[in-house]
């Protein structure tokens, strides 16, 4: 029982994947933060072309 509880060969993988939600996490967040401000400049980049 005590060499199941101290075996740590899935514990790489759970950082791993810890570590790719956290970047998922940062990239959302910069996306709808940033989102609005760039549709805005397309469209005045649009507005001035015509």
């Known amino acids: 029982m005590k060499k199941f509880f101290m075996n740590e060969e899935g514990q790489g993988m ?6 790719i939600a956290l970047v998922a996490i940062i ?6 933060l940033l989102g609005k401000n760039i549709g805005n400049l ?8 015509k």
């Open 42 to 49: 397309f469209n005045t980049v649009a507005d001035n072309v």
């Open 27 to 32: 990239v959302i967040a910069g996306i709808s």
């Open 14 to 19: 759970v950082e791993y994947g810890l570590i």
